[in-house]
């Protein structure tokens, strides 16, 4: 009977163990170590995959990333796509809340994409996308990588349903759209595709309004718009606009668009675009008062154009060639005309890279 209960608080013991290595932090449920683990800031989350593999596969979950954005400690960093002298491409990420914030290059990108031109560049969730693109030996390609924030790494991802190149890429209703570009028939221009990532793959549309040209893009009240070339006779933009409840592209307000002369960027719903002609001056639209109301002029000796728009919360960031920034508070536009400094991060010493485009990821 002695030998029987010595086997029994063995195995009592033996299990206890099991439940211990188990769970992610001894003695605790694993709810309330989620609610202690979730709150670790972003730039530490690369400590916590070094702890143990559960830890590991805790912070690349799909589980992690919802709950730090459910209960909003989600932290948005900024992605920017350049390309350098020697026509090779790049992509760097800044955290904006960094004490010492300063642009640091991503993991290399898959080889055969570092000479691609006319890439999408998209975030979907807690992946970074690089869509389609052509070469000078090869025409446009229907191929899209994907890489996971959490994990560190590329992968390929499902591909487009059209070949494209120099396209539009917009996030809306949690769907990429790839609109309009070049193609590989003559149709193909007047086409856009939309992926869904709950059943990865991508669905193809067509309409007459999308016209190849595309020189911007922008999602607004809802809805995509698309900056179209420049008539080099009237020098009239022309920009058409995506209603998904209709599904339809419609032309754009003629006088919101006559504005639209630079990249652009919407801040709590509201327009803001970067017109580079004569120095950088940052205007905004009015919806209210249909107009454009010039914001400020950016300080020559910080903008190196040309330059791309990022917003983060109530702060644009003017990212410009080497990486150069300049950040604008946009809460309070009263000092409107005046010229603005705002802080700013340095360009990258050894850099003079041109941005392609920018964006955000929360995680």
């Known amino acids: 009977m002695e030998h029987l209960a010595g086997g029994t608080d063995s195995s009592n013991n033996a299990n206890e163990l099991e439940v211990t290595n188990s769970q992610l932090i001894s003695g605790l449920p694993d709810d309330i170590s989620l609610f202690c683990l979730a709150r670790v800031p972003r730039k530490y989350h690369s400590v916590l995959k070094c702890v143990s593999k559960r830890w590991r596969d805790l912070v690349c979950s799909e589980e992690w990333h919802s709950y730090r954005q459910k209960h909003k400690l989600a932290e948005t960093w900024i992605y920017a796509l350049c390309r350098d002298r020697f026509k090779e491409i790049s992509c760097y990420v800044l955290d904006p809340t960094s004490s010492r914030r300063c642009w640091k290059l991503l993991q290399e990108l898959p080889p055969h994409l570092s000479k691609r031109k006319g890439m999408g ?105 698309i900056r179209c070339g420049t008539s080099p006779v009237t020098s009239h933009v022309y920009a058409v606009v995506y209603d998904p409840s209709n599904g339809t592209w419609q032309h754009a307000d003629e006088e919101m668009v006559s504005g639209w002369r630079g990249p652009a960027v919407v801040v709590d719903g509201v327009l803001y675009v970067l017109d580079q002609s004569s120095g950088t001056r940052l205007m905004m639209w009015q919806k209210e008062k249909r107009l454009w109301m010039p914001v400020g002029k950016l300080s020559p000796l910080l903008t190196r154009p040309p330059c791309q728009l990022v917003a983060v919360g109530k702060s644009i960031f003017v990212v410009g060639k080497g990486l150069s920034t300049v950040v604008v508070d946009v809460r309070d536009v009263g000092n409107m005309g005046k010229v603005m400094v705002g802080s700013s991060i340095p360009k990258l010493i050894s850099s003079d890279d041109d941005v392609i485009s920018c964006k955000c990821l929360a995680i």
Not at 183 to 196: A, K, L, R
């Open 121 to 225: 560049f998209e975030v979907l969730g807690k992946k970074l996308f690089l869509l389609g693109g052509c070469g000078w030996s090869e025409g446009a390609t229907n191929e899209v990588y994907a890489f996971d924030a959490c994990l560190n790494s590329w992968i390929e991802a499902a591909p487009l349903s059209t070949a494209r190149c120099y396209f539009a890429c917009e996030v809306l209703d949690e769907k990429i759209y790839a609109i309009g570009g070049l193609g590989s028939n003559s149709s193909d221009p007047h086409s856009w595709d939309t992926y869904d990532p709950c059943i990865n793959s991508w669905k193809s549309h067509k309409d007459s309004n999308i016209v190849p040209e595309i020189e911007d893009s922008v999602v607004m009240d809802g809805k995509i718009y």
